[in-house]
Every structure is written in structure tokens, then in C-alpha cells.
């Protein structure tokens, strides 16, 4: 093999795993970005987010029927872990659903750079947007904060 073969097929595979890398990147900050778009759906429709949680519990308790059906499981093992599981539920339904559509905003606006993506412009535009939205909703609340701490 000629040492110019070895170079260009260096080079070949060198530009094929940054292509590569970049299009991981940009596909992580579209779902990064769809994800907040979800929880930012859920803010407006709150309802939408109680049913995708009351789905979850219901799988969950299916399973914890399953296993206590096949003798893996004790009633009494049974109640415990439903009652976390009715417990988790109930948390990430009261949950700000603002707070977790900046983060998730925040997270495809700045781990998944660079190479720049319209999913990380977007995200940007929609973290001061998202940012102002919970803001207000932690006035409402009457719930103190320092700007740093919403970082």
C-alpha cells in the first residue's frame, strides 16, 4: 500500500467520525429540545401530564401484580412499594413542569454544542422565554429565589 492510500483512507475515517460525532451532537439536542417541548405542552395541559403519569403508575402496578402473583412479591412488600410508586407519581405531577422544560431546554442549548444545530438555536430562544414563564410561576407562588439559583 502507498503511503498516499494510507493517508487518504486516514483522512476518509477521520472525516467519517466527525460526521459521525456531529450528527449524535445534533440528534441529542433534538430530543433534548422535544423533551422540553413536552413538558412545556404539560404546563398548558396539565391534564395531558397527570394522564402520562397515572399510565406509568398503572404499568408499574401491573408489574407489582405480576410479581406478586408468581410469589416474588409479599402483600405486604406489595403495598409498600405501590404506595412509593402512588408517591412518585403524585411528586412529578405537582412538579413545575416550567422548571423541567428550562432544563431540559438548557441542556440542548448547551451540552449539545458545538457544532451549532437549529435544535440548539431553538432551544436557546425557548430558555428565556421558559426562563420568564417560571418566574412568574414562582411569584405566584410566593416561593423566593435568587436569579443564580434557577441556573
Known amino acids: 500500500m502507498s503511503w498516499r492510500r494510507v493517508l487518504l483512507t486516514a483522512a476518509g475515517l477521520l472525516a467519517f467520525v466527525y460526521a459521525a460525532a456531529c450528527a449524535d451532537v445534533v440528534l441529542r439536542a433534538r430530543s433534548a429540545y422535544l423533551e422540553g417541548e ?32 408468581a410469589g416474588r412479591l409479599s402483600a405486604d412488600e406489595f403495598v409498600k ?19 423541567y422544560a428550562y432544563v431540559w431546554f438548557q441542556t440542548a442549548a448547551e451540552l449539545f454544542t458545538p457544532p451549532e444545530s437549529r435544535w440548539t438555536a431553538r432551544a436557546r430562544e425557548k430558555m428565556k422565554t421558559t426562563r420568564e414563564l417560571w418566574k412568574r410561576e414562582l411569584d405566584a407562588g410566593k416561593i423566593p429565589y435568587k436569579d443564580y439559583m434557577l441556573e
Open 38 to 69: 413536552k413538558w412545556l405542552a404539560w404546563d398548558a395541559h396539565p391534564e395531558l401530564k397527570k394522564a402520562h403519569f397515572d399510565a406509568v403508575l398503572a404499568e408499574r402496578r401491573k408489574t407489582f401484580e405480576a410479581e406478586r402473583a
Open 81 to 99: 412499594k405501590l404506595g412509593l410508586a402512588t408517591f412518585e407519581r403524585d411528586q412529578a405531577v405537582s412538579e413545575s413542569s416550567l422548571k
